[in-house]
């Protein structure tokens, strides 16, 4: 027997949105998901996670959310992450900020933990090193979880690929997420560990991460500060999926995924 986790690349914006709700139960109809996680921390206009929208995600049907460096962005959504375990900030993020960096679910009456790290390289904030913030915590869960599944927001492959080698055999899987491009990576270590270095993104993949290039081109050839607007342009939904033998905790295959979504823009405007 064996448990399925879809994982989804980084939410972007309303057509990241709108490619859930069109696209997430074909997908996990098709995989047969138990679990669905998806990171979420750009989905309100691309930077953050309003409140309003996290429940709107978890109606369409992910069960975790989780977070990076910009998801205490939108106000509301940190008043709302103590009260909420199942979106996810940085577990290694220093432990008077708001929420839990992991939960712990049952599925076909296994213990299955996910957890929620972010980088040591890559963003402008202090936070617990992630590798040796791992020891303590798999120990820990460990005791009590039969599966442990880290999503690691990483500011470079070369940290996501050195976390993956150092919990080979410890956790499941690593899933890697932040560049919001689908790495063509996804394998089983030699220890029986899941590792893909980036999971992509839920929205435009003819954009400049989810957003309208035109204006991201302005602001680089300008150094001009200017909101980005999201692109409509060729909706995707993509991630991967982690199949796991529940009785060993060991990933069995990981397999991403690319799914097309006709997605119309509210404003006719297709970029």
Partial sequence: MSIKI?????????????SVKLGLKALKEKYGADLVVANAEGTTNGFGLGRQHSVQLFKMGIDILTGGEKLFYKADLVEVLPKNGNILRPANLPPT??????????????????????????????????????DYLTDNLKKDCDVILVQFHSGTTAESATLAHYLDGKVSAVIGTHAKALTADAHIMEK??????????????????????EYEIRKLMTALPERSHESWLMCELQGAVVTVDENTGKATS???????????SPEGDVR
């Fill in 6 to 18: 879809l994982f989804l690349g980084e939410i972007v914006g309303r057509p990241g949105i709108q």
């Fill in 97 to 134: 900020s708001p929420g839990k960096g992991y939960r712990i679910v049952t599925i076909k009456d296994k213990r299955v933990a996910v957890v929620n790290l972010i980088s040591s390289s890559g963003f402008k904030f202090s936070i617990q090193n992630p590798l040796s913030f791992m």
């Fill in 192 to 213: 029986s560990t899941a590792f893909i270095t980036d999971t992509g993104r839920c929205g435009s993949i003819m954009s400049a991460g989810g957003f309208n290039p």
């Fill in 254 to 264: 990981i397999e991403a995924f690319r799914k097309s979504v006709d997605v119309k």
